[in-house]
């Protein structure tokens, strides 16, 4: 997906916010064309900047306005072209948001003493505002999805920068990596899986599912939320995960099962056509060093391989790394700010501070003997680093550039694009501001005088 230049709504709206809206507040704020904006919506959103701990703000609220008048044009529009969001997405949103929720909460319970009502009364509540939220968005990808640019307006988005313009481009490189997890065998798993069948026997004696999994469940996601994984297809867990939830009838507690994750066992909670909402525990098994002397052993080995030219370096990522990410690219790491563009170019700046310090040791071509790297979520593998090219700090040039020029010719088009339909919009639109939000900077192109009436 694009990333959109005009904001629409936060997708992630805070439940923290809910309990500060107040009757004395209701007053419409804004009109457009057949949609009213209540001074409590925009209030609602700004406590929600405040509990993420920013300063007090009052302009803040004038950008608020800006999102949700941006939100019901597009709405709107989306009925006139059809643009419609099926329940089962609307569905699988309402429940991650949920997850998400309780999960700031502290828990099911927790949350819903906040608001003073049932988890599945505040869904209903904000189920609406989620279906107008995807649809403004859907309608915003259909506005921009046949703009594409030619090498020729790249060449001329270029010439168009001011020299002294030009952006600066930071340090970067293009690293390759084989990665060897540490593989457990079936004895070192044993600890995690007699865990995993012992909470299992604790749900079966009557203990209460969620409790257990708040307290043991090593899934940082669901845990919080007793579990809870809400509704999904068939498409969305790993295919073990998937085969035993959607084999099972609502009630049913599975067996412990086995996937990449760990040991599993898991509750249907309700089915819904080809959809299922469970909740689960999941045990992860603990690292020995035993296996990580075994990764290390298999890394060595291949790392003789490449030196000695028996297999080039692309070749034995494709056969023998464990990262599923960069196996298939011949090892080669992505940029994770740019993943969209497939770019293998990576600012120095933005390398985890262990791949940082291997690859300002090596040069160009070179291939670094392999070494235990820890990542953020404390997974430990031994890597074999690869630095394929390294790019000084520059201003931006059509020769080195073209990727991230394409990417910027293409980011204006959408922007002026996007612009012009709302201008357009905007004009053909009843549009009412209340006069407490006509001084806001942001909104001066919404207050117009208009001829268009209320449809």
């Known amino acids: 997906m694009r990333k959109f230049t005009i904001l629409i709504l936060c997708l992630t709206m805070s439940v923290f916010a809910a309990s500060g809206q ?4 209701d007053k419409v704020a804004a009109v457009v064309g057949n949609s009213i904006i209540l001074n409590s919506d925009i209030e609602r959103e700004y406590d929600n900047y405040l509990v993420q701990g920013n300063q007090p703000n009052q302009s803040v609220k004038c ?11 597009l709405a709107q529009q989306a009925v006139i072209d059809s643009v419609i969001v099926k ?6 949103e309402v429940d991650k948001r949920m997850r998400y929720f309780i999960q700031r909460a502290g828990g099911q319970d927790k949350l819903e003493a906040f608001l003073g009502k049932s988890v599945i009364q505040y869904k209903d509540e904000i189920r609406p505002d989620i279906r107008e939220q995807l649809t403004a968005q859907r309608m915003q990808q259909k ?4 703009i594409s640019v030619t090498p020729q307006d790249v060449k001329n988005y270029f010439n168009a920068i001011p020299k002294d313009s030009l952006p600066s481009i930071n340090k970067e490189v293009e690293i390759a990596q084989i990665v060897f997890d540490p593989k457990l065998t079936k004895e070192e798993k044993q600890i995690a899986r007699d865990k995993a069948e012992g909470l299992r026997e604790r749900v079966k004696k009557g203990e209460d599912f969620a409790t257990l999994a708040t307290l043991y469940s090593q899934d940082p996601g669901s845990a919080p939320a007793g579990g809870d994984l809400g509704f999904f297809d068939r498409s969305t867990m790993v295919k073990e995960f998937t085969a035993m939830a959607f084999k099972l009838k609502a009630g049913d507690i599975s067996p412990v099962f086995e996937t990449e994750h760990g040991f599993h066992f898991l509750q249907v909670i309700e089915r819904r056509g080809e959809q299922v909402h469970v909740r689960h525990i999941l045990i992860i098994p603990e690292i020995t060093q035993a296996s990580l ?3 290390k052993i298999r890394a060595d080995s291949i790392y003789n391989i490449i030196k000695t030219m028996k297999v080039d370096f692309s070749s034995a990522a494709s056969f023998y790394s464990d990262d599923n990410e960069t196996k298939y690219n011949g090892g080669m790491m992505l940029n994770a700010e740019n993943v969209e563009s497939r770019s293998t170019y990576i600012p120095t700046d933005k390398l985890d501070p262990q791949t940082a310090l291997v690859v300002d040791t090596m040069k160009v071509g070179s291939i670094a003997k392999p070494a235990l790297f820890t990542s953020q979520n404390n997974k430990r593998s031994y890597k074999i680093l690869y630095l394929k090219s390294k790019t000084d700090a520059h201003k931006a040039n059509l020769a080195q550039d073209f990727p991230k020029l394409k990417e910027a010719a293409s980011e204006s088009k959408i922007s002026r694009t996007v612009s012009e339909w709302f201008e357009k919009r905007r004009k053909e639109t009843y549009i009412n501001i209340d006069p407490e939000y006509q001084t806001c900077d942001q909104l001066k192109s919404w207050v117009v005088t208009t001829t268009a009436e209320v449809k």
Not at 22 to 25: D, G, N, W
Not at 143 to 146: F, H, L, N, V
């Open 22 to 25: 107040k009757k004395s507040l």
């Open 63 to 73: 950008q608020v306005l800006q999102q949700l008048l941006t939100q019901k044009l």
């Open 87 to 92: 329940d089962d997405e609307l569905d699988n």
């Open 143 to 146: 506005i921009t999805e046949k």
């Open 293 to 295: 002397d075994r990764a």
